[in-house]
């Protein structure tokens, strides 16, 4: 049944309105003037109903008793009566109680039924026509018995007034519908306002210009801004990590490059085979490095990316750092790394993307084995939230950092750093709506991202 009815994509609003604004009004039209002529026909039955009782009812006290016979004198006031409906014709008879006319129309017919007031429908002339049967009751000394007197009526009068009464209704409904659709226009175009100044400011804009729209609009308006907003954020973050990559690529990668180039340059021209030798290595070294910082920020681009896309889901961050642990295998088999994994028995559980979790536990990992002191632990701790942490023996990164460990290409980059790895774990634990918390004590530093606890 819905899609009968369904209107086409592309139709506008206002067309849309102005369509259910005409349908409600001939619907309701066609209701008023059925209900209209119902009540007119009702109405004007009614009316003239009176008229035909008071006629009989003037004929009926116009009748005397002489010398044992019932006497009638048609009285003017009764004519009168039914002379307020001119078109119509009238018809009438007087019976005494053994049937006999006293005057009127033999012809006139009789009620099916007895009774003292009596209305029902028959034909006079081949037209339809009304009657009513009123009786009277005598109770004399030279007359005991009833005279019944019948005045009937055509149709003329009733159908015309039925008629007036359902054109003025519909008159009625005319003005008021054209009201209500005029009405209902201006509304509209007050209600729909918004719109076009919506589409005019999102034109004036510039390409790159996704801040938020800032105008007033009804509720149901405002929340289609609010997605919009919602929408122009989220994509105004992608592009940040897009120039951000751009920008950090342009910057950090141009010095490893050269150096590779002017390295694999002077090797190639060195004569001495050890030297030579030497200078690979550097050149492995450094290659190896310029890898690490690639894979980094690549890291850290596709966390921002899939902030806003990848579902969220239950995770166990004891698997987190389990992955994270496994993954970091060789460093941590190296004899100048010695790690623990330390684990609840119960599951710690939040809500969030599980690769974007698993990546910032291996660069915290990574962070203190590579600027850390061993020995190094990574472990999960369950408490008012839920923490992933990593500890070494060491005295952590400087104060700038820990202030803000956003902060990218910050602190230490030897042994093949990059200083990313805080900057990540900072921006998964951000768009989990948690933080990354560090302290340092006698026994060393420790990195934690503390996370909102969900129950599974």
Excluded at 326 to 352: Q, Y
Aim: glycine fraction near 8%; include cysteine.
């Amino acid at each position: 049944m819905g899609s009968i009815f369904r209107l086409p994509q592309n139709l506008s609003l206002k067309s849309r309105v102005a369509l259910a604004m005409a349908t409600v009004l001939i619907v309701g039209g066609v209701v008023v003037l059925v209900a209209a002529l119902a009540y007119g026909r009702q109405a004007a039955r009614e009316a003239y109903d009176r008229l035909l009782v008071g006629a009989a009812s003037d004929i009926a006290e116009s009748i005397t008793i002489r010398n044992g016979a019932a006497l009638v004198d048609m009285p003017v006031s009764a004519f009168e009566l039914l002379a307020l409906a001119p078109d119509d014709r009238i018809v009438y008879r007087v019976l005494d109680d053994d049937g006999r006319t006293l005057t009127g129309y033999e012809n006139t017919p009789l009620p099916r039924k007895s009774g003292e007031t009596t209305f029902y429908d028959s034909e006079f002339g081949g037209e339809a026509a009304r009657y009513v049967s009123l009786t009277r009751r005598f109770a004399e000394r030279s007359f005991s018995g009833s005279v019944q007197v019948i005045v009937g009526q055509t149709l003329r009068a009733r159908q015309q007034l039925a008629r007036d009464i359902a054109q003025n209704a519909l008159l009625v409904l005319g003005a008021a519908g054209a009201a209500m659709a005029l009405f209902a226009w201006l509304v509209m175009q007050s209600a729909l306002r918004p719109l076009p100044r919506i589409g005019e400011a999102l034109r004036k804009r510039d390409p790159t210009d996704l801040t938020p729209i800032d105008l007033a609009a009804p509720s149901e308006i405002g929340s289609l801004i609010a997605s919009l907003n919602g929408f122009m954020a989220r994509l105004d973050r992608q592009m940040q990590s897009n120039r951000h990559l751009i920008g950090d690529a342009a910057h950090q990668l141009r010095t490893p490059v050269a150096a590779i180039r002017a390295h694999a340059q002077l090797a190639l021209e060195e004569p001495d085979t050890e030297r030579r030798s030497r200078m690979v290595k550097r050149i492995h070294d450094r290659a190896v490095g310029l890898s690490h910082l690639l894979d980094q920020m690549l890291n850290h681009a596709m966390i921002i990316h899939r902030a806003d896309t990848a579902p969220r889901d239950l995770v166990d961050l004891r698997n987190v750092a389990v992955e994270a642990f496994e993954a970091n295998e060789p460093a941590i088999l190296a004899p100048s790394n010695v790690v623990a994994l330390d684990l609840p028995d119960d599951p710690v559980t939040v809500r969030g993307d599980s690769l974007s979790l698993a990546e910032a536990a291996k660069n915290l990992l990574g962070n203190a084995l590579s600027h850390g002191q061993p020995p190094v632990r990574i472990g999960v701790r369950d408490g008012v939230q839920a923490e992933l942490w990593v500890r070494d023996a060491g005295e952590g990164p400087p104060e700038t950092i820990r202030t803000d460990p956003a902060t990218r290409f910050a602190g230490d980059r030897t042994n093949g750093g990059s200083g990313l790895g805080l900057a990540i774990a900072q921006a998964v634990a951000t768009v989990h709506d948690g933080s990354i918390r560090m302290s340092a004590d006698d026994d060393g530093f420790e990195a934690a991202m503390v996370l909102p606890k969900e129950c599974s």
